[in-house]
């Protein structure tokens, strides 16, 4: 009797981790993919907000903050009053922060994010901070290359920033060819962990490649 009591608190067991599982995937999903949206709706905040949510709710899981982080980095990046972007830049560092102590270490995508978050800080006064934040930006694009070449977008984010450099200081559109083209031959090859692991940056380096036709 006991047997069969416990056979069955196991199976109820298993069946409420297997609803909560497909529940926090569900709701994953839908909101990565509203990520290629983000730069034209600049909803970031909102997003950034839903994986906050899903974030709290688990507890043990890094992706919703990675993604919350991502969501306020590219909001950072899109902020035109540079008087907001430090405030926009710490949120984001706080939210990968976090990730990073759940996930209990620096992976290829976080190291990624804090380079984004680097660049954001950079870019309030570019020739003034270059000295601060310049050595975190390449280190940290470094780290991530080196952690998983396989990954598209740390070469994609040194692609977009070359291109976007000025040529008197080594960028422009020519010098970020290269680096664009290795990114695509990235991602034609890379496949992620899970159906809601990184995956994202393919459309932006389309928006890229299209620039040279």
Request: with cysteine; charged share 25%; hydrophobic share 40%.
């Amino acid at each position: 009797m006991k047997k069969t009591i416990l056979i069955a608190v196991l199976i109820c067991s298993a069946s409420f981790t297997f609803a909560q599982s497909a529940k926090y995937e569900s709701a994953m999903k839908s909101n990565i993919a509203q990520l290629d949206s983000l730069m034209i709706n600049n909803n970031y905040v909102e997003l950034a907000n839903n994986f906050i949510r899903i974030g709290d709710a688990e507890k043990t899981q890094w992706l919703p903050y990675y993604y919350a982080a991502y969501c306020y980095a590219t909001g950072g990046l899109m902020e035109k009053d540079n008087s907001k972007k430090d405030a926009i830049a710490d949120r984001a560092d706080s939210l990968i922060t976090k990730a990073g102590a759940i996930l209990g270490k620096d992976n290829s995508e976080t190291a990624l994010i804090k380079a984004m978050i680097a660049t954001d800080h950079m870019l309030v006064d570019p020739q003034n901070r270059y000295m601060n934040y310049g050595s975190a930006i390449t280190d940290n694009v470094q780290l991530s290359e080196t952690l998983d070449p396989t990954n598209p977008r740390p070469v994609l984010f040194e692609a977009e920033s070359k291109f976007n450099t000025p040529e008197a200081y080594g960028g422009g559109k020519d010098a970020a060819k290269p680096l664009f083209d290795k990114a695509k031959q990235l991602f034609d090859n890379f496949k992620p962990e899970s159906d809601i692991s990184p995956n994202w940056g393919r459309s932006a380096l389309n928006y890229f490649l299209s620039q040279y036709k």
